[in-house]
């Protein structure tokens, strides 16, 4: 009974430290598997041997094997943003970007940026911040910096006129400045700028409307007076015309009148061409004035003259 007694204790101690044995190597084995999602790349911190080193390209998820102690922090590589607003008191990620164009004029700049960070130097990132802090430190006050040295080379109109050019040359600028800043280590990759609104003051819009107006004004003034000289030659012009048409016609008339009166003196030699020129012209005068229709005459021919008798109008 007593061998017994002692063997017991003895199996039992032996299955104790097997247990202990298996929870340390499963616990060991947990700790050893990382997993890093789809966007991601895990840095791993071995606080023995002092490496640093990924896993994962952002692309794929995986699993991966580390030292059961070393520590990892995944960093986000995909497309990551700031929006730069302000409007009605509230604003985005950040308020709108304060700047002062060519001309002293105080703007403030609409303005959202959109990057992702290159997974193969992202270590080198992570010894440069290792708090993960990047964005607070340097994209922004990179974009903040780029944004009033561009604007500082426009005047307040040439913001509006040229907003396009602008949004260009700013993504160039700023795609620039990311590779040349070395606590970047090339890692910020820009994908978009999207200059959104340049906003001016009330009172230079104002102004500009104003001017606007008045231009416009001006224009309409100078299209009128214009249309009225115009309308004013044409008038002249179809005054002249009637009168030029009128003499000729009457030239025509007169002429027509004198060869009929030198062929009828010619045919009766003994009309003298001087009386029977004025009795035309009487004539003629008499049917003016009854084409009139105001007066009614009634010509009484007799052998010592013609009576021309004017009768009264009629009521």
Same mark, same amino acid.
């Given at each position: 009974?007593?061998?017994?007694?002692?063997? @017991?204790?003895?199996?039992? %101690?032996?299955?104790?430290?097997?247990?202990?044995?298996?929870?340390?190597?499963?616990?060991?084995?947990?700790?050893?598997? %990382?997993?890093?999602?789809?966007?991601?790349?895990?840095?791993?911190?071995?606080?023995?041997?002092?490496?640093?080193?990924?896993?994962? /390209? +952002?692309?794929?998820? *995986?699993?991966?094997?580390?030292?059961?102690?070393?520590?990892?922090?995944?960093?986000?590589?995909?497309?990551?943003?700031?929006?730069?607003?302000?409007?009605?008191?509230?604003?985005?990620?950040?308020?709108?970007?304060?700047?002062?164009? *060519?001309? +002293?004029?105080?703007? /403030?700049?609409?303005? !959202?940026?959109?990057?992702?960070?290159?997974?193969?130097?992202?270590?080198?990132?992570?010894?440069?911040?290792? %708090?993960?802090?990047?964005?607070?430190?340097?994209?922004?006050?990179?974009?903040?910096?780029?944004?009033?040295?561009?604007?500082?080379?426009?005047?307040?109109?040439? !913001?509006?006129?040229?907003?396009?050019?602008?949004?260009?040359?700013?993504? +160039?600028?700023?795609?620039?400045?990311?590779?040349?800043?070395?606590?970047?280590?090339?890692?910020?990759?820009?994908?978009?700028?999207?200059?959104?609104?340049?906003?001016?003051?009330?009172?230079?819009?104002?102004?500009?409307?104003?001017?606007?107006?008045?231009?416009?004004?001006?224009?309409?003034?100078?299209?009128?007076?214009? @249309?009225?000289?115009?309308?004013?030659?044409?008038?002249?012009?179809?005054?002249?015309?009637?009168?030029?048409?009128?003499?000729?016609?009457?030239?025509?008339?007169?002429?027509?009148?004198?060869?009929?009166?030198?062929?009828?003196? %010619?045919?009766?030699?003994?009309?003298?061409?001087?009386?029977?020129?004025?009795?035309?012209?009487?004539?003629? !005068?008499?049917?003016?004035?009854?084409?009139? #229709?105001?007066?009614?005459?009634?010509?009484?021919?007799?052998?010592? #003259?013609?009576?021309?008798?004017?009768?009264?109008?009629?009521?």
């Amino acid at each position: 009974m007593r061998r017994e007694f002692e063997r @017991r204790p003895r199996i039992e %101690g032996a299955g104790v430290v097997a247990i202990v044995a298996i929870i340390i190597v499963a616990g060991a084995l947990i700790f050893s598997v %990382g997993q890093v999602s789809v966007g991601y790349v895990a840095v791993i911190i071995d606080p023995l041997s002092g490496s640093v080193s990924i896993q994962g /390209d +952002g692309q794929n998820a *995986k699993y991966f094997l580390k030292p059961p102690y070393a520590n990892v922090v995944r960093v986000y590589t995909a497309t990551d943003s700031v929006h730069m607003w302000s409007e009605a008191g509230m604003q985005g990620d950040f308020p709108a970007v304060p700047s002062l164009t *060519k001309d +002293g004029l105080k703007v /403030d700049v609409d303005i !959202t940026v959109r990057w992702r960070l290159s997974p193969s130097e992202v270590v080198s990132l992570f010894r440069q911040f290792p %708090g993960l802090d990047w964005k607070e430190r340097a994209i922004i006050p990179i974009i903040r910096e780029a944004i009033r040295d561009l604007i500082a080379q426009y005047t307040a109109i040439e !913001t509006i006129e040229q907003r396009e050019k602008i949004s260009v040359k700013m993504e +160039g600028i700023l795609s620039e400045a990311f590779n040349k800043e070395s606590t970047l280590s090339n890692a910020v990759i820009l994908e978009a700028v999207d200059l959104r609104q340049i906003s001016l003051p009330d009172g230079f819009i104002r102004a500009i409307e104003s001017k606007l107006a008045s231009e416009q004004l001006s224009i309409a003034a100078e299209f009128n007076k214009t @249309r009225i000289l115009v309308i004013a030659n044409a008038t002249a012009m179809s005054q002249i015309i009637q009168a030029n048409g009128a003499a000729i016609s009457k030239l025509i008339l007169a002429n027509a009148t004198r060869d009929a009166l030198n062929i009828i003196a %010619g045919n009766q030699p003994d009309l003298n061409i001087g009386q029977l020129t004025n009795l035309y012209l009487y004539l003629e !005068t008499l049917k003016a004035i009854s084409e009139t #229709g105001k007066s009614t005459f009634i010509i009484i021919p007799s052998e010592t #003259g013609n009576f021309i008798i004017q009768l009264p109008p009629s009521s």
